[in-house]
T-cell receptor, first 111, second 114 residues
């Protein structure tokens, strides 16, 4: 059974700082997705990572995938308040054709 | 396209009543998913369809839950009878070529069973 674990689960940080959210998964997969969810809202797709070594960047967010280590990271550079949200990683389990989500990381950025 | 459309946005019902949640996927998408989100269990995949055919319903919690997709533009998730522990946000999502592209989520239905 595929397990997807994010850490930290809660993160409070100051504006302007850098930080990284980690997503570890237990079974081989070469497809990983990052989503953002604002309180009371739906999930918004941020990044699609489809191969080992894939790196995607959008604004202050950068995501990477290491399939050998079964690890993806979401790096936040010079955080701003607007990035406060819950971030989910989701791993695609090819055999079962399932997308399994991590627990989510609730990010709060303080002025 | 307006995205994935779910209705209702909020539903409050009494225990024992039947509840039907509705979803219209993005036109052209051939996969449709139903997820449930709770604080305790996070995001759980309940069932998914490919070309209107249910492929995996192993996440459906029990026989009180059923889902249908009569055509490419409409799906329902039904709970009968509903129980307080069914209270959650239910999301519908759709995608094209599952795994090849990301799934796009609807706004969700917040269900409260009292």
């Amino acid at each position: 059974e595929l397990k997807v674990e994010q850490n930290p689960l809660f993160l409070s940080m100051q504006e302007g700082k850098n930080y990284t959210i980690y997503c570890n998964y237990s079974t081989t997969s070469d497809r990983l997705y990052w989503y953002r969810q604002d309180p009371g809202k739906s999930l918004e797709s941020l990044f699609v990572l489809l191969s080992n070594g894939a790196v995607k960047q959008e604004g202050r967010l950068m995501a990477s995938l290491d399939t050998k280590a079964r690890l993806s990271t979401l790096h936040i550079t010079a955080a701003v308040h607007d990035l406060s949200a819950t971030y989910f990683c989701a791993v695609y389990l090819k055999g079962a054709q399932k997308l399994v989500f991590g627990q989510g990381t609730r990010l709060t950025i303080n002025p | 396209d307006a995205g994935v459309i779910q209705s209702p946005r909020h539903e409050v019902t009494e225990m024992g009543q039947e509840v039907t949640l509705r979803c219209k996927p993005i036109s052209g998408h051939d996969y449709l998913f139903w997820y449930r989100q709770t604080m305790m269990r996070g995001l759980e995949l309940l069932i998914y369809f490919n070309n209107n055919v249910p492929i995996d319903d192993s996440g459906m919690p029990e026989d009180r839950f059923s889902a249908k997709m009569p055509n490419a533009s409409f799906s329902t998730l039904k709970i009968q009878p509903s129980e307080p522990r069914d209270s959650a946000v239910y999301f519908c999502a759709s995608s094209f070529h599952r795994g090849e592209t990301e799934a796009f989520f609807g706004q969700g239905t917040r269900l409260t069973v009292v």
